[in-house]
């Protein structure tokens, strides 16, 4: 009996919860010209109703809401009903067929959402007509035009909105916190941004995401405001100079009082302010732009690797005690608060008997109030190849603190690794230098003499396999000694060698931002592909990353002689990149053009 008793309830609770649905109620029909009253109806007490799209009618009144509640007692049985209403009032402005849009609201912890509706406008009827059907029909246009609520707008020092910063004069790489805010002294029922500004030449992270709106009060101008704080950022220049920070577009939803047009008919007795309806008046706002001057960071020593901020490194391994062809790792650190989602790698000089593997990135980063903070970590695996006690060197990882004006240095401490001698059956051992002293104390003296020999019939005849293998062996002989003067005249090539390795760390980043457009990682997706594309313009044209920015790039592809169209193709790459970052929601078809266009990019530069 418990058990079905439960299963009762169970499907008495999800029976409710499906009947848990925002029913619209508006006209199929109207002529141009008309008002009418659309009306979204859900049982239970709703919040946070977010209207439709009216795309194609004007909105002269609401969201109005109403609750209403019902008592009834049947066979001695008490029930209680309580319904949420929103009600609109729209005038149809032209003819054809138009759609309303979905609502949405929240009831008992769940957002629900109404279904679309098709209206078809037809065309206007003469002013008696509409007159003598004034009467008729809640939902179908039965508000006299007379008694509708005369046009209302908004002055710009009553709603406006405005944009900030942190800090006017950056240094490069430095962090500055950019806020939006709204000003009001009507209310407010709901705002949309239109548009994101495409901050050309800042790297921005978006610290606003899943947080509530920030009320406030404020007075401004001798005027009192609420205060809403509705977007906030953070971004990094990349770029010296003055830049720009675009203005953000949005669209607000007010609801103001507004008083009937007087008629001199019977009409004028709901003139009294207790009968005043309320207009809601849809307005564009626009921030102010702000321009900031970004100084450029000063002569970087060598062991810089972006980091701008307040930064400390840790070095750890999993393990200081292992056998010769296990795997360790070690882990590097950089903790602290300023630009993470931009720091490199550094150039450890492990000991030569370690094998090294590229390292693997892992962030845990904290996007607050205040900015950037946590940690990026970047982990090695090394495989000591034989067996003795090694020293993994401190690190010394440089910084530039902005609030000090200087480069800084947190310097990690030495690990010492002890390597017993390996089973030899998990790795083959390579023949570096030390191997090479131990083989040769290995190997027995060879015994040099002839002896006794002697003809054995025509054996000692060369064979035409025996003469295919010594060709083969030649020709082997020949190429290790081509390859080798090849690799020579390679390595002599310092700028070709650094260029080859730049080519391989950006084939590996666009690899891994390909796998993070797959699992839809937006922000590492964008990152390996900005820093792929400007690892490979720094090396190739031999600019220093505290230098690099858009200019510096355009006057040395000038100076190398580059055809115009790959000029433009490199330039317009880099503003796809910039303006991508900054477009929320963008189509898997839009992030793989990005990617193929990069990819074409960085290929065209080898």
């Known amino acids: 009996m418990k058990k079905i008793l439960s299963l009762l309830f169970v499907l008495m609770v999800s029976v409710y919860t499906i009947a848990q649905t925002l029913s619209v109620k508006a006209p199929s029909s109207i002529s141009a010209g008309s008002t009418f009253q659309v009306e979204f109806e859900v049982e239970g007490k709703a919040s946070d109703f977010k209207g439709p799209s009216f795309k194609g009618f004007s909105v002269r009144g609401g969201p109005n809401p109403f609750f209403s509640s019902s008592i009834t007692r049947v066979n001695g049985k008490t029930t209680s009903r309580v319904t949420t209403s929103f009600n609109y009032i729209i005038q149809a402005d032209q003819e054809g067929s138009f759609t309303i849009g979905p609502a949405s609201c929240v009831v008992d912890g769940k957002r629900i959402q109404s279904n679309s509706v098709a209206i078809k406008v037809t065309k206007a009827e003469p002013r008696s007509q509409q007159q003598q ?9 039965g508000q006299r035009q007379e008694q509708q609520p005369q046009a209302t707008t908004i002055d710009n020092n009553s709603l406006f909105a405005a944009a900030s910063v942190s800090n006017s004069h950056p240094y490069k790489g ?97 003139d009294d302010p207790f009968f005043n309806q309320s207009q809601a008046v849809k307005k564009d706002l626009r921030s102010n732009a702000i321009t900031v001057n970004v100084r450029p960071l000063p002569e970087a020593p060598d062991n810089f690797y972006g980091g701008v901020g307040q930064f400390k490194a840790k070095a750890e391994v999993d ?42 990135v892992s962030d845990n980063i904290t996007r607050g109030d205040n900015g950037i903070s946590g940690s990026r970590t970047f982990e090695w695996v090394l495989i000591p190849q034989t067996q003795g006690e090694y020293t993994i060197p401190s690190v010394d990882y440089v910084y530039f603190n902005p609030h000090s004006g200087e480069y800084e240095t947190s310097r990690t401490q030495s690990i010492n690794i002890k390597v017993a001698k390996g089973d030899g059956s998990s790795r083959a051992v390579s023949t570096s230098k030390s191997d090479v002293k131990q083989l040769n104390s290995d190997i027995n003296h060879i015994y040099s003499r002839l002896g006794h020999l002697r003809r054995l019939g025509s054996s000692n005849r060369v064979l035409p396999v025996q003469w295919l293998l010594l060709a083969l062996i030649a020709g082997i002989t020949c190429a290790i000694i081509v390859l080798g003067r090849h690799k020579q005249a390679l390595d002599s090539d310092i700028q070709g060698s650094k260029m080859r390795h730049a080519m391989k760390l950006a084939q ?36 220093e990353l505290s230098q690099l920015s858009r200019e510096t790039v355009r006057d040395r ?50």
């Not at 209310?187 to 920030?214: A, C, H, M, T």
């Not at 931002?513 to 400007?534: M, S």
């Not at 303006?579 to 992030?591: C, E, L, N, T």
């Open 133 to 141: 059907r004034g009467g008729a029909g809640y939902y179908g246009g």
């Open 174 to 270: 430095e962090e500055v916190i950019v806020t939006y805010r709204i000003y009001t002294q009507v209310s407010l029922q709901q705002y949309q941004i239109d548009k994101l500004p495409g901050n050309r030449g800042f790297w921005s992270e978006d610290l606003s995401e899943g947080k509530q709106v920030r009320i406030t009060q404020e007075s401004r101008n001798g005027r009192n405001y609420q205060v809403a704080e509705i977007r906030r950022g953070a971004l990094f220049a990349q770029e010296t100079g003055k830049l720009t920070i675009a203005p953000l577009d949005l669209q607000v939803l007010a609801v103001v009082p507004v008083q009937r047009r007087r008629t001199g008919t019977i009409w004028d007795l709901f």
């Open 319 to 360: 393990n200081t005690e292992i056998k010769a062809n296990e795997a360790i790792t070690y882990r590097l650190t950089v903790s602290g608060h300023g630009n993470l989602s931009l720091l490199d790698a550094p150039d450890i000089q492990f000991p030569q008997v370690f094998e090294v593997y590229e390292p693997k």
């Open 508 to 543: 590996k980043r666009l690899r891994n931002a390909q796998q993070f457009l797959k699992d839809g990682n937006d922000n590492r997706f964008y990152e390996e592909i900005y820093k792929a594309l400007w690892g490979c313009l720094s090396d190739k044209y031999a600019i």
């Open 557 to 606: 592809l000038v100076e190398k002689g580059i055809p115009d169209d790959k000029l433009q193709l490199v330039m317009q790459t880099l503003d796809d990149v910039d303006q991508a970052r900054f477009a929320p929601g963008d189509s898997s078809s839009k992030k793989q053009a990005i990617y193929d266009r990069t990819l074409q990019t960085i290929a065209s530069l080898v």
